[in-house]
Nanobody, 120 residues
């Protein structure tokens, strides 16, 4: 069974930093494109950043210059380094990724989310 598990969330003061991790586990060969999304209370889920299997990345305008997405293929892990955090970054952060399984099947998975709270 394939799972994506996020971790690294928490409570931080404005201006602080957090690093989120998204680990893929199960009968997988590799992760393909992986994105981070977030959902604040009362708002729709929004896209934050994406990284391709080749390492190319892109960011939402609201986080550009502050967040960095990266990956470690050997660990089947994607990271989201978040610097200069603002109260408006408060949300549950989810990773969403295409995973290639040991049966050469590509499937899309969501993690369960990790809470990030930024105090002012």
């Amino acid at each position: 069974q394939v799972q994506l598990v996020e971790s690294g969330g928490g409570l931080v003061q404005a201006g602080g930093s957090l690093r989120l991790s998204c680990v893929a586990s199960g009968s997988i060969v590799s992760m393909d494109t992986v994105g981070w999304y977030r959902q604040a209370p009362g708002k729709q889920r929004e896209w934050v950043a994406v990284i391709t299997s080749g390492g190319g990345s892109n960011y939402a305008e609201s986080v550009k210059g502050r967040f960095t997405i990266s990956r470690d293929g050997a660990k089947n892990t994607v990271y989201l380094q978040m610097n200069s955090l603002k109260p408006e970054d408060t949300a549950v952060y989810y990773c969403n990724g295409v995973v290639i399984t040991s049966r050469s099947i590509k499937s899309n998975y969501w993690g369960q989310g990790t809470q990030v709270t930024v105090s002012s």
